[in-house]
Nanobody, 123 residues
Framework: QVQLVESGGGLVQAGGSLRLSCAAS????????MGWYRQAPGKQREVVAA???????NYADSVKGRFTISRDNAKSTVYLQMNSLKPEDTAVYYC?????????????????WGQGTQVTVSS
């Protein structure tokens, strides 16, 4: 059974930084693409960053240049470093394994999600 546990969210002022972590278990972590999603109130969940098993990264235009995704296969953990945060980054952030590609679009590999971690950016 796949388990995903997100952490690291919090309340931060605009311009600040946060580092999110997602620990995965129940799957061979290193061979899969991982991604970070976010869901703001009243909006659909969207992919903001993805990282392949080979370390290639892909970002939504809204976070490009500000967010950095990375992974530690030895710890089965994926990270999201978020800098220059804006109030519009306020959302619950989730991780999941991904299928697809930047061209065709990303879809979650598993229907089950973790509890997410709340990020709130004040202006």
């Amino acid at each position: 059974q796949v388990q995903l546990v997100e952490s690291g969210g919090g309340l931060v002022q605009a311009g600040g930084s946060l580092r999110l972590s997602c620990a995965a278990s129940g799957i061979v972590f290193r061979i899969n693409t991982m991604g970070w999603y976010r869901q703001a109130p009243g909006k659909q969940r969207e992919v903001v960053a993805a990282i392949t098993s080979g370390g290639s990264t892909n970002y939504a235009d809204s976070v490009k240049g500000r967010f950095t995704i990375s992974r530690d296969n030895a710890k089965s953990t994926v990270y999201l470093q978020m800098n220059s945060l804006k109030p519009e980054d306020t959302a619950v952030y989730y991780c999941n394994f991904l299928r697809g590609s930047p061209g065709s679009g990303w879809l979650p590999l598993f229907a089950a999600w973790g509890q997410g971690t709340q990020v709130t950016v004040s202006s």
